[in-house]
């Protein structure tokens, strides 16, 4: 019979496995692929994520990481832009296509019913064959064309068939420009020569490692592929099985680690939109589901969050006025002072990280449970 696991163990599993049991020394690119990439449709929680992981981790480090194509930011897992190193990009992207042909639905789908959409690509690729381009300015090249076609629809058919990085500076810290859009083989050139397309049994070891003991369901819900119960067959021999407290059978690599669930599990600020709430179905391994909406906002946020003992105990938030910034926090529960002292150490060392300049004054304010 298959080992039981109860949530504390998963909990320790994870959190160790994402690097958030105790910050860890590793290069940026070291670091993004033991993580499986981070989502990254906002600018700055990719360099907060990496800050609550890593050893003296600097901005600048994630920035040129981006300049010089170690890192790419590109629609990949869920049809959803993250960051990834260069290798994992260009070998999982083509496996992720059946996910960005989903993805092209709702009212970008009516608006190209009827279209000879191989042709749009086609002209998609030549634009972009003759330079980077934002996507307002690709969907009105090709609205030329196809004038009887909303621009912003052409664009998104070209999005979710053509693997498009996000050219730096867009994607680095506190940049919102639009982004210059160019084809992934051309962005990394020579680098990526000799690396072949991942299989799906590759992504689900990759996965395993960074987020399991984990079920199938689970692994759909962090790629946003199918199929997944064949893929497990095939590797079960060399995979390890558990059981879990509802029942469900868990995955997992046979020397990953699975520290103790007694293990400190330090206090810590994790950015919003983490993989380590995006990454499972169940996600109560870190978040009571009574807490849920306080965290994944009906506008599609998902917001930062306070980690205690492990799991999400509350949220934050920088607030900034012209010389000044706030950590903002929201407990869920009310604390202990040991929990509060701790938190409060970890906000001032975020402040410290994300601020703007010089003389600006840091300040802590906790709201009522």
Do not use: C
Not at 282 to 307: C, K, M, P, Q, W
């Amino acid at each position: 019979m298959a080992a039981v696991l109860s949530r504390r163990a998963l909990n320790r599993a994870t959190l160790a496995r994402q690097m958030l049991l105790a910050r860890h020394k590793a290069t940026v690119t070291q670091a993004i692929g033991k993580l499986a990439g981070l989502q990254a449709q906002a600018p700055n929680p990719p360099y907060i994520g990496l800050w609550s992981r890593l050893e003296g981790f600097r901005r600048e480090q994630l920035t040129d990481a981006l300049k010089q194509r170690r890192i790419v930011r590109m629609s990949t897992l869920r049809a959803t832009l993250h960051l990834m190193t260069a290798a994992d990009a260009w070998a999982w992207r083509p496996l992720l296509e059946p996910v960005h042909q989903r993805g092209l639905s709702g009212l970008h789908a009516r608006a190209l019913e009827g279209i000879d959409r191989a042709a749009v690509v086609k002209a998609g690729r030549a634009l972009l064959g003759d330079g980077p381009l934002t996507g307002t300015a690709l969907g009105q090249a090709l609205a030329e064309r196809w004038k009887d076609r909303a621009p912003a629809s052409l664009a998104a058919l070209i999005r979710n068939n053509v693997p498009l990085v996000h050219l730096p500076p867009a994607g680095s810290w506190n940049s919102h420009q639009n982004a210059l859009l160019q084809p992934l083989g051309e962005w990394l050139g020579e680098s990526v020569a000799g690396i072949a397309a991942a299989t799906q049994d590759d992504l689900l070891l990759r996965y395993l490692a960074a987020f399991g003991p984990a079920t199938l369901a689970d692994a759909g819900a962090w790629s946003g592929l199918t199929g997944w119960k064949a893929v497990a067959e095939r590797l079960r021999p060399q995979l390890r099985v558990f059981t879990g407290e509802q029942g469900e059978e868990l995955f997992d690599l046979p020397r990953a680690p699975r520290p103790d669930p007694d293990t400190p599990a330090p206090p810590r600020l994790v950015a919003e939109w983490d993989n380590l709430l995006l990454s499972h179905v169940d996600r109560s391994r870190v978040l009571d589901e009574a807490h849920r909406a306080r965290v994944f906002t009906i506008n599609g946020i998902v917001r930062g969050t306070v980690l205690l003992d492990g799991f999400v105990a509350g949220t934050w938030k920088i607030e900034r006025t012209k010389h000044a910034a706030t950590v903002v926090l929201e407990p869920f529960t009310r604390w202990s002072a040991a929990d509060r002292l701790g938190v409060e150490e970890e906000a001032l060392r975020l402040l410290a990280f994300a601020a703007d300049g010089e003389g600006e004054r840091h300040t802590i304010r906790i709201l009522r449970p």
